[in-house]
């Protein structure tokens, strides 16, 4: 499974951002998949997963109620909505698969990572 993140940019805080991740390669319908973000000098940290189905979603505390992920297995992407967007935000995010059909938090669960995509929020 390929995967390729795009969407990031820099916006205000407040302001909102809608990441994508494309795959290709195999069948994505029976991957789970999250995202993942990475702050200059900080360890890569969950953000949101996604089970195959897209019935089963997770969310770190620090953005549930303001990121929502979901998922078009026909489309073979995995969406992150970003809303009230904040200055601490600002990191490279990555979209992850693993061939299972449940995700987890865990970065080392997964072996199929896009190539990240920089999202900065102004204050």
């Known amino acids: 499974v390929q995967l390729q993140a795009s969407g990031g940019g820099l916006v205000q805080a407040g302001g909102s951002l809608r990441l994508s991740c494309v795959a290709s390669g195999r069948t994505f319908s029976n991957v789970a998949a999250g995202w993942f973000r990475q702050a200059p000098g900080k360890e890569r940290e969950f953000v949101a997963h996604i089970n195959w189905s897209g019935g089963t979603t997770s969310y770190a505390d620090s953005v549930k109620g303001r990121f929502t992920i979901s998922r078009d297995n026909a489309e073979n992407t995995v969406s992150l909505q970003m809303n009230s967007l904040k200055y601490e935000d600002t990191a490279v995010y990555y979209c992850?698969?693993?061939?299972?059909?449940?995700?987890?938090?865990?970065?080392?669960?997964?072996?199929?990572w896009g190539q990240g995509t920089q999202v900065t929020v102004s204050s």
């Open positions: 992850a698969a693993r061939r299972f059909n449940f995700a987890t938090m865990r970065p080392k669960d997964y072996a199929y």
